[in-house]
């Protein structure tokens, strides 16, 4: 059946690619692709051959595009967004600088609750635990 039903629609083109088209829509319409110098010559220049040519050609078009955008765009961006980040990083540091040590620093009823401890270590310090950063009295 499928082989039948491929011969029946390859007629049907084949039959509508011979008759002249006579409507006024068709005859002021611009061809694309087809209606330049398309590089193909003699038993090449086909349809097949004409398609893959363009889509060779819009490849070449789309890929340069991408490549200038990736070269003058992503690159300058992502510099930009490092040295943001970095500023950012600085001026958090330089803030911690100025905070009192953290063995002075109040501890609030909110903080390092525990109910029973860590498998881990000492088992007061969390997984994700700094020292640069976190603190627990145990004491108070």
């Known amino acids: 059946m499928f082989p039948q039903r491929r011969l029946v629609n390859s007629s ?45 050609d819009h490849a070449a078009a789309t890929s340069d595009l991408w490549r200038k955008l990736s070269i003058y765009v992503v690159i300058p961006a992502l510099i930009i967004g490092s040295l943001n980040a970095w500023n950012l990083w600085s001026a958090h540091w330089e803030h911690w600088a100025h905070m009192p040590p953290l063995e002075e620093r109040p501890e609030y009823p909110y903080q390092n609750l525990r109910t029973k401890n860590f498998f881990w270590g000492d088992g007061d310090k969390t997984l994700f635990w700094n020292d640069e950063v976190n603190y627990h009295k145990k004491d108070e």
């Open 12 to 56: 049907q083109r084949w039959v509508h690619q011979l008759r002249p088209s006579s409507s006024p829509r068709a005859l002021g319409s611009r061809r694309f692709a087809s209606s330049g110098p398309s590089g193909l010559e003699g038993a090449a220049d086909n349809a097949f051959n004409r398609e893959r040519q363009a889509i060779k």
